[in-house]
């Protein structure tokens, strides 16, 4: 069974920094690229980055470029979402996300509210 299990958020003041883990199993976890969305209230649930499974190919979206810093370890089966410089408009549940064609697999959401 597949299984992704997201953590680190919490609260944090605009220019601080958290870093997110995904923590991964039930799928040889080297084979596959992971990614991770947010999403806000009232807002739709966009990309955020995404790591190739050998870690040389790595996609940020526009907003977050520049601050945040995907990275994984396949030793431990775990991928990480370093987020500095963080700005109000962060502030969202943070997923992971492995994408086993035809399924798309989600963790629980970790929380991240940035204060201004």
């Known amino acids: 069974e597949v299984q992704l299990v997201e953590s680190g958020g919490g609260l944090v003041q605009a220019g601080g920094s958290l870093r997110l883990s995904c923590a991964a199993s039930?799928?040889?976890?080297?084979?596959?690229?992971i990614g991770w969305f947010r999403q806000s209230p009232g807002k739709e649930r966009e990309g955020v980055s995404c790591i190739s499974s050998s870690d040389d190919i790595t996609y940020y979206a526009d907003s977050v470029k520049g601050r945040f810093t995907i990275s994984r370890d396949n030793a431990k089966n775990t991928v990480y979402l370093q987020m500095s410089s963080l700005k109000p408009e962060d502030t969202a549940v943070y997923y992971c996300?492995?994408?086993?064609?035809?399924?798309?697999?989600w963790g629980q959401g970790t929380q991240v509210t940035v204060s201004s």
């Open positions: 039930g799928f040889t976890f080297d084979d596959y690229a």
């Open positions: 996300n492995l994408r086993r064609i035809p399924y798309d697999y």
